[in-house]
């Protein structure tokens, strides 16, 4: 079993800063890949960036450039420094790991002001 616990949500004026944290616990391992979607109002929910094995990074289009996944394996933590943040990237963020199956955390809201 791994739990998940998201931080880091918030509101935002446009072009400002957010870092989201999500700390795992339970049976998951540096290998296990972790990562973020985000689902906004009547949108289906879509992978923001995910980091895989050995450090490997994945970037939906619309983000690349503006945020930064990264991990702290000692503390089995993943982040998400989110720059230059449009009112489109409003959100619920969602932390999600592999371990034999997909886990999902609680969500966190991003609501990013014009």
């Known amino acids: 079993q791994v739990q998940l616990v998201e931080s880091g949500g918030g509101l935002v004026q446009a072009g400002g800063s957010l870092r989201l944290s999500c700390a795992a616990s339970g049976s998951i391992f540096s290998v296990n890949p972790m990562g973020w979607y985000r689902q906004a109002p009547g949108k289906q929910r879509e992978l923001v960036a995910a980091?895989?094995?050995?450090?490997?990074?994945n970037y939906a289009d619309s983000v690349k450039g503006r945020f930064t996944i990264s991990r702290d394996n000692a503390k089995n933590t993943v982040y998400l420094q989110m720059n230059s943040l449009k009112p489109e990237d409003t959100a619920v963020y969602y932390c999600?790991?592999?371990?034999?199956?997909?886990?999902w955390g609680q969500g966190t809201q991003v609501t990013v002001s014009s």
């Open positions: 999600f790991a592999d371990v034999q199956r997909r886990y």
């Open positions: 980091i895989i094995n050995r450090g490997s990074t």
